[in-house]
């Protein structure tokens, strides 16, 4: 087993790292270029990046209305009574998507449905819950409520409260999610203009692979970088260029690059990063770009790389199967939002939640660990985690079998049980 290095990077500096190359890279979309957008029907722009901001052509909510069912009053009466209670003359009736336009005064209320528009003069809502009908009163068909808890402006949604006429309701950069797609939408938008979907080719790298087809053959495996990095790219959003397996053969390798680099915005690879590996796959790598080739203190994914080649970047991963998805996860995913166009303040991880450990776990300080695990919920509703078996990079079962990556930083050292640890969830990435 190779042994970390003093001179390993944190995953932190690869990001950072990381981070430096891909905002001086001049096609990117977040550089606003015309060519990089496109504007679709809101339902088709659901998880895409918006390529400009919107601005509001008008007020949410549009008039001053109701945030409950009850009754409208003038809230000054609240103040002009000794009585713990207020009584009121019902006049009218307002509901949502029908207003009430009649005449009103001191001592009168309008009842009203959430969503009606308030009627003129009255700035308050009791709820009806509140409220107690008076039997044969004078005037006639009145209410009356304790004034506790009650005051003026209660319940009453105010003109542009949510969203303000002229004012930017959503940031360029910002994710389509369903709720923007749902505000969009109440501006009364139909359309969204968006940065078009990043374009993103794969291969895996080495003569030991089988394509699924294939007969076994000693010493050889079947790939399953190829399908983990694609559903990871489509679950991402991408278009994706699938160039399968490439031999570990200069002509071809340098075939794959070249086409990759000429229709797409990324190019990632795995294998034929680590140290050992055939001379000519990095000769051939730093011929045809400008790359850097690293050594991360993290396990598992030690060996990464990174770099130019044509209008594309490249990402080279490492060859075991986890290793690829936990360097993806935790670095090339952050990488590729950022190509995306998506703000930085929205660009991180998957969801950290923080949990218990439920068994001892040895580690040396000096290195970032990613555990496979298991989160559950306990019914006291403490969170637990526990590890889904052998976690060697090859065990891709193991993979399956979690929910999640515990994270152990590069100065933890073991865990015990009960200890506060920290899970990277899969949720809504994988």
């Not at 001592?107 to 409220?131: I, L, N, Y």
């Not at 209410?143 to 003109?159: E, Q, W």
């Not at 360029?172 to 923007?180: E, F, I, S």
């Not at 939002?337 to 000096?366: H, N, V």
Request: aromatic share 4%; with cysteine; proline share 6%.
């Amino acid at each position: 087993m190779t042994q970390d290095s003093p001179n390993d990077l944190t995953p932190q500096q690869v990001w950072e790292l990381i981070d430096q190359r891909i905002s001086s890279i001049a096609h990117a979309p977040a550089e606003n270029h015309q060519g990089l957008k496109e504007r679709l029907p809101l339902l088709q722009a659901l998880d895409r990046v918006l390529a400009q901001d919107v601005t509001s052509p008008l007020d949410v909510p549009p008039h001053h209305n109701s945030a409950m069912d009850g009754y409208a009053f003038m809230g000054s009466a609240l103040g002009q009574t000794s009585s713990e209670e207020v009584q009121l003359q019902v006049v009218g009736t307002a509901l949502a998507g029908k207003s009430w336009n009649g005449a009103v005064s001191a001592g009168q209320c309008v009842r009203v449905t959430t969503g009606a528009v308030m009627p003129a003069g009255f700035d308050t809502v009791v709820p009806q819950e509140m409220v107690q009908h008076v039997q044969h009163s004078t005037p006639p068909n009145a209410i009356r409520f304790k004034t506790a808890h009650l005051k003026a402006g209660d319940n009453r949604r105010l003109r542009g409260e949510d969203v303000a006429q002229g004012s930017v309701a959503l940031h360029q950069g910002q994710r389509l999610n369903p709720a923007a797609l749902g505000l969009m939408a109440s501006l009364g938008l139909d359309q969204a203009v968006v940065y078009r979907r990043l374009k993103v080719a794969y291969f895996s790298t080495g003569d030991e692979l089988l394509t699924q087809g294939e007969l076994p053959r000693e010493g050889a495996l079947y790939d399953s970088n190829r399908y983990s990095v694609l559903g990871l790219l489509s679950r991402l959003g991408c278009e994706v260029l699938d160039l399968g397996v490439v031999r570990d053969d200069p002509v071809q390798l340098k075939a794959a690059f070249e086409q990759g680099s000429a229709q797409t915005d990324a190019i990632i690879t795995s294998g034929g990063v680590s140290v050992g590996e055939a001379d000519f796959t990095k000769s051939l790598m730093k011929e045809l770009g400008d790359v850097a080739f690293w050594r991360i203190a993290m396990k598992p994914g030690r060996p990464m790389a990174m770099g130019r080649m044509g209008q594309a970047v490249w990402f080279g991963l490492p060859g075991n199967p986890v290793a690829v998805m936990v360097t993806f996860l935790a670095l090339v995913r952050p990488a590729l939002l950022k190509l995306m166009g998506l703000r930085s303040q929205d660009i991180g991880g998957p969801p950290m939640l923080k949990a218990s450990s439920a068994e001892t776990l040895s580690k040396k300080p000096g290195r970032t660990e990613y555990l496979r695990v298991c989160v559950t919920r306990h019914p006291d509703g403490h969170l637990q985690a526990a590890t889904t078996g052998l976690q060697g990079s090859g065990m891709l079962s193991s993979m399956v079998q979690a929910n999640g990556l515990m994270v152990l930083p590069h100065h933890q050292g073991n865990v015990a049980i009960g200890d506060e640890v920290y899970v990277m969830m899969f949720e809504g990435v994988m």
